[in-house]
């Protein structure tokens, strides 16, 4: 375990690196025989794996999935852990303290709370950061911290800076603010908070060498791949019930691929 968190860590040290997100076993196993060196799990794709919204898993069901998923892998796992189940620091620690068990490499803590549909305040965002990083210090866990505004209709870059500086002195190990989508403004970010940055790949946005150039540490998907996989499957369904026809087959995974993610 701790040469999967080394390995995680020493990741954000220079360069630029992909973390794709899986939503369940197969597909971490699949985005690993691709040669991805790391992965992230998808808050809304795994709540999809399990017939849900997003914001619907429970601790218990994230917690079993990251140790199936970390089980079956053998990259670093990083958890999008949304809140960390918790309004007091006691249960941050006590999530966190959980998904290490579990075999996490990082985790991520954002500051949108969904029972109060609100972004919280710097000071209470950072309060949270504080309780996260030192649980996560004691595991050898990469903290990343992130600022919701932009998922949530809040297009101020300066208050996502100042949140995401005042999250940095708290602790956390990366920053995020995902929903960044323009050139100019990841850029900023980058410059500003002089610790590594993960942006979320979005239509339009940079490419992946864009970012690098940026000085982008990581770039994540978020659900994007478990919502493609969902639509191939939707589109090989209707065309079988309208048309009666299979021709969704000719982009399966061959049997050589399937050997690759999933043999012994």
Known sequence: MT???ERF???HESGT?????PWDVGSGRLLESLGFVALATTSSGLAASLGKLDQQVTRDELVAHVAALTAAVGVPVNVDAERLFSATTDGIIESIDLLAEAGASGISIEDYDPAEDCIE?????AERVAAAAEACARHGIVLTARAENHLYGRADLDD???????????GADVLYAPGLRERDDIARLVDAVKVPVNVLAVGGGPSVPELAEL????VSTGGALAWAAYGAARD???ELLDAGTTTFRARSLTGEEAEAAFGA
Do not use: H, K
Request: net charge positive.
């Open 3 to 5: 040469s999967l968190r």
């Open 9 to 11: 860590r020493a990741l």
């Open 17 to 21: 690196f992909l973390l794709p997100n």
């Open 160 to 170: 996502t800076i100042t949140r995401l500086l005042a999250y940095r002195e708290a």
């Open 121 to 125: 305040t710097v000071a209470a965002g």
């Open 215 to 218: 000085g982008v540490r990581r």
């Open 236 to 238: 090989a369904a209707r």
